[in-house]
């Protein structure tokens, strides 16, 4: 007598999967117009997505092209750099280093790490692995990252180098995004294991999940049939080798090879039933270390507290806990996302750095946890960055307006030239050819060389070879004889403190 109930339970329960399966159909394939449409808009060369909701894989599309030139097509399984997503596999190697029981979180790097040393005797003393992984070592956001940039230094001479590198703040006193933290991450890695860091990842990580097309070099890359190369204004540079930023940011992957990453994240450490490290350490990983700024956190459902955890930023968005990661380097720009409350993840890999992967990072998280919200994200960030391109253009109208006309150096231009140190960084030098001066940063010659320019008095203006950066000035200072003593630059460019740097005439 019971059967009609159950069968038309059943029905009523298939009825309702059909529809919602075919209503997630048409949201996915809105989501893949919209994405389509905003690729011209924003100029975007290549870009690629990859969604995975209740451990499957629900939406996997590649757009544009990995070289506007070749128009050779994305497809799932282009490498992309992910730059710093990076920093979540380093923190993830960390614990299974903790969960082995041949580290501690609590452990002090300068008892792991030999010769590790930090500028305040204290900090080198106290700061822990937990706090490398933290952002909260006492440095300035992207404090020393011209220590590798561009160069060919070994990450064991980059992490010497720190010490050269004054610290603004205590340790634990503030958050400060440090990539040089990281990369000394991947040499305790190799001091407790006897292993770089690019083999313990490889063989603790990438080969057990399934990450078989990912590499951590980008050396050779432009031999490579299915690398995206990477872009600035929708037109392709040359490649700027990154193997010395390792374990902060050297990783290239694929959306096909992230799948299998956000399945291990969503399974809390454990892939197709292997324990690749403990939920314990995933729950670490994911636990705010170093509080952030959130604002007035008022919104109604919006973001109430930001904060950073072990190689992951946290926040709560429609109540729900969004643990996150950005990476960004000239010409890739990368994006993941977790959201274990709603069994989703998903990733966004790009060839050039641009506002549309932010933009899509919102109306993605909107399509599943806000779909009231009819913002259109893309619209919005498209404004702001061309309202950014605009302002950077003002702020040379204004610059050429306030230049003082009329004037000369103070000395002939060959008083100018020789050999310049700054102790972190390392030489510079100043050349006179054919009456004009030429300035070459020695480790990164390739990419920060510049004529100089008079602007006004002992001012000039360079615009380094790199494609990257913008323009800046080089102002020479004086000793009390009127003779050079050194020179300093000023440039506007946040991801590197030029400013900081302090050449000294030898």
């Known amino acids: 007598m019971k059967k009609p109930i159950v069968y038309l339970a059943s029905l009523l329960f298939a009825l309702i999967f059909t529809h919602s399966y075919a209503q997630a159909q048409k949201d996915y394939e809105e989501l893949d117009k919209y994405i389509e449409k905003y690729m011209g808009e924003f100029n975007m060369p290549g870009f690629a997505i990859g969604l995975v909701k209740n451990g499957e894989v629900v939406f996997e599309h590649a757009y544009g092209y990995k070289n506007t030139e070749t128009k050779d097509k994305v497809d799932e399984n282009t490498l992309f750099g992910i730059a710093s997503c ?31 040393k930090l500028s305040d005797p204290e900090i080198t003393a106290k700061i822990t692995v937990e706090d490398l ?46 990539n040089l933290m990281f990369i000394t991450a991947g040499e305790v890695i190799k001091s407790v294991t006897g292993k770089p860091w690019t083999e313990f990842l ?34 392709p540079m040359e490649f700027i080798n990154y193997d ?67 190689g992951w930023f946290l926040k709560d968005y429609m109540g729900k806990k969004i643990i996150n990661h950005g990476g960004g380097l000239p010409g890739f720009h990368s994006k993941v996302v977790l959201v274990p409350e709603d069994s989703l993840a998903y990733v966004i890999l790009a060839n050039q750095l641009s506002a549309l992967i932010p933009a899509i990072d919102k109306k993605v998280l909107d399509f599943f946890l806000n779909q009231n919200d009819t913002t259109d994200w893309a619209a919005k960030y498209l404004k702001y960055e061309i309202k950014q391109k605009k302002s950077l253009e003002e702020k040379w109208e204004r610059l050429a307006e306030e230049r003082i006309k009329n004037t000369k150096p103070s ?34 010659a390739k990419l920060l060389n510049s004529k100089l320019e008079h602007w006004h008095y002992d001012t000039f203006k360079i615009k380094f070879a790199d494609p990257f950066l913008p323009a800046g000035f ?11 003593a050194g020179f300093k630059i000023d440039m506007d460019a946040p991801d590197f403190h030029f400013e900081k740097l302090d050449f000294v005439k030898k």
């Open 86 to 116: 990076s920093k979540a596999f380093t923190a993830a190697c960390i614990s299974i280093l903790v969960d082995r029981g041949e580290l501690s979180w609590d452990d002090k790097v300068v008892d792991v790490l030999p010769g590790f």
């Open 133 to 178: 992984l933290a952002h909260r070592s006492g440095f300035e956001t992207f404090d020393g990252d011209l220590i590798w940039y561009g160069t060919q230094r070994s990450t064991e001479e980059v992490v010497r180098r720190i010490r050269y590198r004054e610290m603004p703040y205590g340790l634990r006193e503030k958050f400060g995004y440090s």
């Open 202 to 235: 490889k063989e603790n990580i990438l080969d057990k999940i399934n990450m078989k097309s990912s590499t951590t070099t980008n050396h050779g890359f432009e031999n490579n049939g299915n690398a995206a190369w990477p872009h600035i204004d929708g037109k």
């Open 244 to 310: 010395n930023i390792s374990s902060a940011g050297a990783i290239n992957s694929s959306v096909a090879d992230m799948m299998q990453w956000l399945k291990l994240m969503l399974g809390k450490g454990v892939y197709n039933g292997d324990t690749i490290f403990s939920t314990s350490s995933y729950y670490h990983l994911v636990s705010p270390q170093t509080l952030l700024n959130a604002g007035r956190a008022e919104t109604i459902d919006g973001t109430h507290f930001t904060a950073y955890g072990q």
């Open 411 to 444: 000395l002939d231009l060959e008083k100018y030239a020789g050999g310049y140190n700054d102790k972190m960084y390392g030489d510079a030098r100043v050349e006179l050819k054919d009456n004009e001066l030429f300035i070459t940063l020695v480790p990164t």
């Open 474 to 484: 080089v102002t020479f200072s004086f000793n009390a004889k009127g003779e050079i």
